[in-house]
Structures are given as structure tokens and as C-alpha cells.
């Protein structure tokens, strides 16, 4: 096992960051048992696979992109248990949403920031996709019980992907890079925080359904490109 380095401490401040967050805001406010376990259990997963991860990849530099984006974690792990609290009892909403727009707000900084500061990397992106969609994944079970069980299927659709391509080896060839994908999750993003809110329901439905709609054509999109890429390999392999 590879030791643990200085730079390897980062993840372990925001697990601490994020527990002492959710300690105060579950004392301040009374919230039930069961959401602040929810909270210290996404923050534990994420942080001990994020650790993992730089062992693999030998990381020197955590990078500034990467604590926007650990800063985002922590704002998700918090809104995981508010989610997992609303199910056994009533949670302050305007709690949830003041800590989901930032969620989505600093999901146009860490991209940038690491664009400016010359730290992107491969890591950082798929840490930042991971948050991303356990985001919606969340927001998404908060507001079906209102909105009907389709809504899932915002939340759902990656992991559904992810899991074809265990099934699928060719499901895991890397996609080309499209800005259009950062706008379809900004608009999951929006939709889902609205719904939340409460506020104009009727509004709320049919953005989560334009959103829905836009998520599927995305992901219909990628997947035609899969099944285009084998079909011209085979092809080409039926001809050698």
C-alpha cells in the first residue's frame, strides 16, 4: 500500500470539515438521526475512493479546482441528509435550497479555475462528474414523492449508463469531449432546485420534464455514438 502523503490530507480535512458542518446544523436544528447518517456516510465513501484514487494516480498536487470541488462535496453531503431526514420528518427547505444553489453555482468554477491555473486533469473531471450526479441522484428522490416517480429517472440515468457498461465492454470506450453535457446537468441542476423549492409547482413540472427530455436526447446522443464506433469496428474486422 502506497503511505499516505501531505497532499493526501486534503480529502481528510473536508471529511472533517463536512462532519463538523453536519454535527452543527443537526444540533441547531433537531433533524432525525438518520440524516446525519446519510451525511457522514457519503462523506466517508466519497473522501476514502478519492483517497484511493490519488494512491492510484501517485497525486503530488491537490490543486485549487479540487478544493472547489471538495467544497461542493461537502455542500452535497450535507444536502444528502436533509434528503434522508425529509423522509421520516419535516426538514427547513430554505436550508435545502440555500445549499444546493451554491452546490450548482461553484460547479462553473472548479472547471475554470483549473482551466486558469493550469491543474486540469482526468482525476479532477471525473471527481467532479461523480458530484455532479450524486447531486441529482439526491435532489431528485427529494422532489419525486411531490412530482411522481419519473423524476428519478434524471437522477438514475447515469448510473443505468455506468452499469451497461459493466454488461457492455464497449459501453466503456471514452466519449468526445461536449460542452453540451455541462449544460444539460446545469439544467437538471436548476430544475430540480426549483422543484425543490416549492415555489410555482406548476412551472416546476414542466421544467423537469423539458429538462428530462434534453437529459435523454444527451445520453441518447452518446449512446448512438457507441453503437456507431462497434458497428464500423466490426466492420472493419469483417473485412481483415
Known amino acids: 500500500m502506497i503511505p499516505l502523503k501531505k497532499v493526501q490530507l486534503a480529502p481528510i480535512g473536508f471529511t472533517a470539515l463536512g462532519a463538523a458542518a453536519v454535527a452543527a446544523i443537526w444540533v441547531?436544528?433537531?433533524?432525525?438521526?438518520?440524516?446525519?447518517?446519510?451525511?457522514?456516510?457519503?462523506l466517508l465513501v466519497c473522501n476514502v475512493l478519492l483517497l484511493r484514487a490519488m494512491q492510484r494516480r501517485r497525486t503530488r498536487h491537490f490543486g485549487w479546482a479540487n478544493v472547489v470541488t471538495s467544497t461542493r462535496s461537502v455542500l452535497v453531503?450535507?444536502?444528502t441528509g436533509l434528503v434522508a431526514a425529509s423522509f421520516v420528518a419535516p426538514i427547513p427547505v430554505p436550508l435545502l435550497v440555500g445549499l444546493t444553489v451554491p452546490a450548482l453555482?461553484?460547479?462553473?468554477?472548479d472547471g475554470w479555475v483549473a482551466r486558469r491555473t493550469g491543474t486540469a486533469t482526468e482525476l479532477g473531471a471525473h471527481f467532479d462528474m461523480e458530484v455532479d450526479a450524486f447531486l441529482l441522484l439526491v435532489l431528485s428522490a427529494y422532489v419525486a414523492p411531490t412530482l411522481g416517480l419519473w423524476v428519478l429517472a434524471i437522477g438514475l440515468m447515469r448510473y443505468v449508463f455506468l452499469a451497461a457498461g459493466w454488461v457492455l465492454p464497449w459501453f466503456r470506450r471514452q466519449l468526445p469531449r461536449r460542452?453540451?453535457?455541462?449544460v444539460v446537468t446545469a439544467v437538471q441542476g436548476i430544475a430540480l432546485a426549483?422543484?425543490?423549492s416549492g415555489w410555482v409547482p406548476a412551472i416546476a413540472v414542466v421544467f423537469v420534464a423539458v429538462a428530462l427530455a434534453l437529459l435523454v436526447e444527451s445520453f441518447g446522443r452518446?449512446?448512438?455514438?457507441l453503437v456507431r464506433r462497434r458497428s464500423a469496428r466490426k466492420g472493419s474486422m469483417s473485412r481483415v
Open 105 to 109: 453555482a461553484l460547479d462553473a468554477v
Open 222 to 225: 452518446d449512446v448512438l455514438w
Open 194 to 196: 426549483l422543484a425543490a
Open 28 to 42: 441547531g436544528f433537531g433533524l432525525p438521526a438518520i440524516g446525519w447518517i446519510a451525511s457522514l456516510g457519503y
Open 179 to 182: 460542452y453540451w453535457r455541462k
Open 77 to 79: 453531503g450535507i444536502i
